[in-house]
């Protein structure tokens, strides 16, 4: 069963993130780069639904991630459109698209989506297509994603430069001033829109081994940087402070060109939990990120309407009351498998106040390994638990991955589209 799309998905959002029950519960796949649907699974629900025979594009090649094309998010009954920053996170655009065969399936990607295959037959993908450099990301023979290649250089520690992991943050260009204009305008089709801007995202280590960048410099090890959090507190406040005022002075910019098109923004992917634990400390969080956050959601709050989006995998609960006041109003993925991540204990405790974008069927044993009949059950039972009081969008939590069954992803949308018929 599905459902077309109709006038009302953008006030059906709206109604959601302000904590109303909508007449309907709203469904994204595709608005973000954490709600996205592998580039192999899309191909499959485009068979299933029968559409036009065509190579879907990979928009974002880290998690190869394929863009949702109205006939297929009208097929699905989504919701939701998703803005993008014009660059990958391999620091080309995503345009002059060109075929790649995947693992058998052909697919388009971006024109400088430049590769090469070693002797262990493993895809290697260097930044900004420049395949002159030593390669930024590797896909395993048969993989279905890439993996950031460690560039780092042996750390000078009396010469760290914070300057050196700001890289990624410059001053916006006028280019993808326009770039993101005209995406907010072709995403304003009746849909509700969340924008992911490239030089805002503050805070995120997801950047943090800078796959773009051709010749990266300062701390570039995950791990590293997770320790710097601990033993170079200095280092990163550093860090964080020119990032927030680079971030801000982009919004402004940003909001100037996009406007009030956009109801909700992507603000950070820093993922602070694990499947049964945490990164760091509450008081670690309140003290390094904390400050810095409630000043870009603040200026966000103060000068636009949009609500702002955190993205954090794992146990997150004991750092949801510091995301709220920090002025966080979305949560994703809503990772329910975690230790203390109960959906109901989540809506009761914060329903009120917290919109949770995701959490609607477990994407690392239900979707990919359940039955249709047990995925469905699953779905019916988190909209139960969520979707009284609006403050819930139904995602999976995190992206479709490869190789899930897509009799089960139908399953997931029927069952989605069962519960709302009953409203």
Request: proline letters at 6%; aromatic letters at 10%.
């Amino acid at each position: 069963m599905t459902t077309a799309i109709d006038t009302t998905s953008r006030e059906r959002l709206a109604s959601a993130l302000n904590h109303k029950e909508p007449d309907r519960v709203p469904i994204d796949f595709g608005g973000t780069a954490v709600t996205g649907v592998h580039a192999s699974c899309v191909a499959e629900l485009r068979d299933y639904y029968g559409l036009e025979k065509r190579p879907v594009r990979v928009h974002e090649p880290f998690q190869m991630l394929a863009l949702l094309d109205d006939d297929l998010k009208d097929a699905m009954g989504l919701d939701v459109a998703g803005v993008f920053s014009r660059n990958t996170m391999f620091g080309f655009p995503a345009e002059r698209w060109k075929p790649w065969l995947f693992n058998g399936l052909e697919v388009l990607v971006p024109g400088d989506f430049n590769i090469t295959v070693d002797a262990r037959g493993d895809t290697l993908i260097y930044p900004e297509g420049d395949t002159t450099v030593p390669a930024s990301g590797r896909m395993p023979k048969g993989g279905y994603f890439f993996d950031c290649i460690i560039r780092q250089e042996p750390l000078d520690e009396e010469h760290l430069n914070p300057e050196e992991n700001l890289e990624e943050f410059g001053v916006i260009s006028q280019a993808d001033l326009e770039h993101l204009a005209r995406a907010t305008k072709e995403a304003a089709t009746g849909r509700g829109v969340i924008a992911s801007f490239g030089g805002t995202a503050f805070g995120d280590i997801a950047l943090v081994p800078g796959p773009f960048l051709k010749h990266p410099k300062g701390i570039r090890d995950v791990t590293e940087w997770y320790v710097s959090t601990s033993s170079r507190q200095d280092y990163v406040h550093k860090v964080f402070e020119r990032q927030c005022a680079i971030a801000i002075g982009n919004l402004e910019r940003i909001y100037a060109a996009v406007g009030d098109t956009v109801q909700a923004v992507f603000v950070c992917g820093t993922d602070f939990g694990t499947q049964t634990s945490a990164f760091c400390s509450v008081k670690t969080l309140r003290d390094l990120y904390f400050p810095y956050y409630k000043q870009v959601n603040d200026w966000v709050h103060t000068h636009t309407p949009w609500k702002t989006f955190k993205h954090s995998c794992g146990a997150v609960s004991k750092f949801i009351p510091s995301f709220l006041e920090a002025g966080f109003d979305i949560l994703n993925p809503v990772q329910c498998s975690a230790t203390g991540m109960e959906p109901e204990q989540l809506k009761k405790t914060f329903g009120d106040q917290m919109v949770f974008w995701g959490g609607g069927v477990d994407t690392q044993k239900v979707l990919p390994f359940g039955t249709p009949a047990e995925v469905r059950e699953q779905v019916l039972r988190r909209c139960e638990i969520f979707a009284p009081g609006g403050g819930f969008v139904f995602n999976t939590i995190h992206n479709v991955q490869a190789q899930t069954p897509v009799a089960n992803i139908v399953a997931m949308l029927d069952a989605v589209h069962e519960f709302n018929g009953r409203k």
